[in-house]
């Protein structure tokens, strides 16, 4: 009851985080945002063709009008077509966020879970030689361009260049086997590039919660170092973990990987939404900023109630 | 440890669930038995509806799937029209206004839910008039209307009858009859013009004048025509999105044996090839048609010499040092050319620099001695341009530089036209700016256009460097970035920029569309976006616009390519070449141009037996 009455709350209090964002990101669409008149009419029209096509893009009516029909597509969750290619907003959506999430999820998890591994032992040897070479290769992950790791994957693994291994594009998935083919390099990207902001941040985290008065008099009562780091030290470095890992979610859902997206040549919703920023369509631009909005709104409440699942201490009031 | 293992069981079950709504769409797997050809893009098509086919690429998805009246020939070059959809060439009055078209009888469209029984009908003469009028009504958001404005008797008065309706919420009656434009029976139209059009016909070549089914607009409606193509080309649609799109051949297309030699075919030009293969048989010849749209130049090339995806592409710019050994003339390196054929092609355009004369600080003034300045001005710039050391670092000196906007592959090129318009001489050009009193504190701000983008401002930099060597304050020669082509092509079509550097593909080959570019009555919004306006300039266009080509016509096109060099408007011109790779597998010659986009129905695949392994 508690958890569901905090729940209520949270959502009533996320309705002003909602509108702020969506008139932002709106302002930002309608007055810096690609116009789209130009690429829609043809080569020598006529001032009415020009007013004919702006008419049909909404861009003749003024700004409270056009925000308020917007609101009026989220309340509706309708948010009409794609101005570029015509496919109804939900079904593009529909078609590209499950794609994004197979692509990025593999990553995502291994990206996380190895982070969370390095870092315990890199914590656990903390200032010895394992430890500066676990930070070292974190801070090499970090500091080469995710473009390049893409680029250096593709040709290492995918190229005639290399080893040939797996598809260099596409996303003709009807099996499982055909899933691994294809999400093979991309994972492994994701997952030299994630790992190094994961390892370090994960290693501060149970670096200091080892600096702790009760891991010390565990240390003295001779507990064994897996059993501490995973019982002792993880989960109650499980909070500052949770957040990361949570807020990061939305991204997954909604962005997807652009980068990723555009050079394995996969339909996912990184590569849509990118399309839709660059030409200006903002049926497209309008759901994915309302939906990552509202990601987010549900994502603070999953959050809070996942602090109290870990730490009872925590309260919902 | 019992309590957690359910939650690890559902998170396995929501990846897996994860993983299967990430499935592709069974309907589009291909059968491992079945021959295809994967073409690569190296941008993307948005729509597939012929109103809005007016980019190189959605004009290809066109024309695949989609009939034209005309097309151009498969190898004849310069490019020569056949009839594709009509029977013959079209019958033309004396007086050049009336045109006869005959359709091919038994000629059918898809099959698709569009119709009543599902099952496509006959293509018929109607369905061109339908076509046609679908781009003066306001509601379809036409980009081809231009090409018939004011061109056909009666059309853009039903045009202005059809905004009507729209205004008032109604639907415009397409069962009214136009004077100009009248199917006489189901396979006879005959369109008459205001005025001769020698151009008409080119104009029935191309992705806008494709024939779509009057039921298909009815049934999918103007958004889903832009994804669904219902019409009778050698291709079907399957699936379209804008990173890929898929076809199947269609099974049903009309009976059209190629005649080789008639085509074009040149033993010493085409032999290596292998197209004695498709003589004499009908087209199409693969099962399946599989286009990816890449504009990621690394992931095409790897993809492409991976060896088992996409099986055509352009060399990219970055990887012409390693593939070419020689660019005069074009050799390709032996790891290439023993794996891939390849041909080097001019593109059917060119790329050009213009000053907006609508800018009083570099075109007209009402002040004649100021207008004679900025005269001087415009052609000191152009003549302090190095066109040599543009095309050797950008691209990579294969272009071919010309005088003038008519390039080399249209009827009306002049070979001994002068060239000094494209030759560097700072020495002349710092002589027109003292002259005309132009000093380092008088010259105006330069402001470049372009889009944010490498390139672009290695290109910017280039030019800066030489207005410099010309006496330009480097903090004069400004570049205004934008953040995509869509925000550029607004300022320029607004008239807001001073100069830009822009490209110009083909709509046909004839002269008069790239002289159109400099016509008064074309400048901004129009595609006169240099907003030149010269008297004789647009009485001679006027003029030729309605003659047919001969030498006559010539005479008058070399003589308005003389007045926009006069002028100083451009800096121009230079046609990029571009090298098409493909693999040693396929038989065809491939070609890019929005002229070419009809090669893909000749494709085939030696066939080894072994299928085309879809993926």
């Not at chain 1, 007055?31 to 009419?41: A, M």
């Not at chain 1, 055909?178 to 994701?190: C, N, S």
Request: aromatic share 12%.
């Amino acid at each position: 009851m508690e958890t569901l009455q905090y729940t209520l709350r949270k959502l009533i209090t996320g309705l002003p985080l909602l509108f702020g964002v969506t008139l932002i990101s709106f302002a930002l669409m309608v007055y810096f945002g690609p116009d789209l008149t130009y690429e829609l009419v043809g080569k020598n029209p006529t001032q009415e063709q020009i007013e004919r096509v702006q008419s049909e893009l909404g861009y003749d009516q003024n700004f409270l009008v056009r925000y308020l029909d917007y609101v009026r597509e989220i309340v509706t969750l309708d948010f009409g077509q794609s101005f570029s290619t015509g496919e109804p907003v939900a079904d593009l959506l529909a078609r590209t966020v499950p794609v994004s999430l197979a692509l990025t999820l593999p990553g995502f998890i291994l990206g996380n879970l190895l982070g969370i591994l390095l870092a315990q032992i890199a914590a656990w040897n903390r200032s010895g030689w394992l430890d500066k070479l676990i930070m070292g290769g974190a801070v090499v992950g970090m500091s080469i361009s995710f473009l390049v790791v893409i680029i250096a994957a593709q040709v290492i693994f995918s190229s005639s260049y290399g080893l040939n291994w797996f598809p260099v594009r596409g996303w003709s998935v009807y099996s499982l086997a055909d899933y691994l083919y294809h999400v093979a390099v991309p994972t492994l990207a994701l997952v030299f590039v994630s790992l190094g902001y994961n390892t370090r941040f994960y290693r501060a985290v149970f670096v200091e919660e080892m600096s702790r008065d009760h891991i010390r008099t565990a240390r003295a009562y001779g507990t064994p170092p897996i059993p501490l780091m995973l019982r002792d030290v993880l989960k109650n470095s499980l909070i500052p973990i949770i957040t990361r890992i949570m807020f990061s979610i939305p991204m997954i859902i909604v962005s997807g990987s652009l980068l990723i997206e555009s050079y394995f040549g996969i339909p996912g919703v990184g590569k849509a939404t990118f399309d839709a920023i660059t030409t200006g369509d903002q049926p497209v631009l309008k759901a994915v900023v309302s939906l990552t909005a509202v990601l987010f709104v549900l994502v603070l409440i999953i959050n809070d109630i996942l602090y109290k699942w870990v730490d009872p201490r925590v309260s919902l009031k | 440890m019992n309590s957690t293992r359910p939650h690890i069981l559902f998170s396995g079950l929501a990846v897996i669930a994860m993983v299967l709504a990430g499935c592709s769409d069974p309907a589009s797997r291909g059968d491992p038995d079945q021959k295809v050809y994967r073409h690569s893009m190296d941008g993307s098509a948005t729509s597939v509806d012929p109103v809005q086919a007016s980019t190189v690429y959605a004009n290809f998805m066109v024309n695949n799937a989609y009939d034209t009246l005309y097309r151009y020939k498969y190898l004849e070059r310069p490019y020569a029209l056949t009839p594709n959809l009509a029977r013959d060439m079209p019958e033309i009055s004396d007086d050049g206004l009336t045109y006869t078209f005959r359709l091919r009888p038994g000629v059918h469209y898809v099959d698709d839910e569009a119709f009543p029984d599902g099952q496509g009908r006959e293509v018929v003469a109607s369905d061109l008039v339908f076509s046609l009028m679908r781009h003066f009504d306001p509601e379809q958001l036409s980009q081809g209307a231009w090409l018939w404005q004011g061109r056909i008797e009666g059309l853009n008065d039903w045009g202005e009858e059809a905004a009507e309706a729209r205004d008032a919420g109604e639907q415009p009656d397409y069962d009214a009859e136009i004077p100009g434009l009248q199917a006489l029976d189901d396979h006879t139209l005959q369109i008459r013009l205001t005025r001769p059009y020698p151009q008409l016909t080119y104009t029935l070549a191309q992705g806008f004048s494709a024939l779509v089914p009057p039921e298909a607009v009815d049934h999918h409606g103007r958004r889903g025509l832009q994804r669904h193509a219902v019409g009778s080309g050698p291709f079907q649609l399957v699936s379209f999105t804008p990173q890929r799109a898929v076809f199947v051949a269609n099974e049903d297309f009309r009976d059209d044996p190629v005649d080789l030699e008639y085509e074009g075919y040149d033993e010493e030009v085409h032999g290596e090839f292998g197209l004695e293969a498709i003589d004499g048989r009908s087209p199409p010849f693969i099962d399946r048609l599989e286009i990816d749209q890449i504009e990621e130049t690394s992931a095409r090339w790897n993809s492409f010499t991976a060896g088992n995806e996409i099986q055509y592409s352009t060399v990219p710019a970055e990887q012409a040092e390693s593939v070419l050994t020689s660019t005069d003339p074009v050799e390709v390196d032996a790891r290439y050319a023993d794996d891939y054929f390849w041909r080097a092609s001019p593109e059917a355009g060119f790329v050009y620099m213009n000053f907006n004369l609508d800018d009083p600080a570099i075109g007209y003034h009402e002040d004649p001695d100021q207008d004679r300045a900025n005269h001087a001005l415009r052609c000191a710039i152009r003549k302090a341009f190095d066109w040599e050391s543009r095309n050797d670092r950008f691209y990579q000196g294969l272009g071919d530089v010309y005088p003038g906007v008519i390039p080399p592959m249209v009827d009306g090129f002049n070979p001994d036209f002068p060239d000094d318009s494209i030759r560097r001489d700072m020495d002349a050009a710092r002589a027109l700016l003292e002259e005309h009193g132009w000093t380092e504190d008088n010259l105006p701000e330069i402001q470049y256009g372009a889009v944010s983008s490498v390139t672009d401002r290695q290109m910017f930099e280039q030019f800066r460097g030489w207005l410099e060597e010309l006496g330009f304050p480097g903090d004069k020669v400004r570049m205004r970035t934008f953040a995509n082509f869509g925000d550029l092509n607004r300022a320029i079509r607004q008239g807001q920029i001073m100069s830009f550097n822009i490209g110009w593909g083909l709509d046909f080959p004839d002269a008069e569309n790239t002289l159109q570019l400099y016509y008064g009555p074309n400048e901004a919004p129009g595609s006169n976006s240099a907003n030149m306006k010269n008297d004789e300039f647009d009485r001679l266009y006027d003029e030729s616009a309605v003659m047919q080509p001969g030498p006559d016509r010539n005479e008058i096109y070399n003589r308005m390519n003389e007045i926009i060099v006069d002028e100083c408007a451009n800096i121009s011109a230079l046609t990029r070449t571009r090298i098409e790779m493909w693999h040693q597998d396929l038989i065809m010659q491939p070609d890019r141009e929005i002229l070419g986009g009809f090669f893909v129905r000749f494709v085939d695949l030696i066939d080894d037996g072994q299928g085309g392994e879809p993926e």
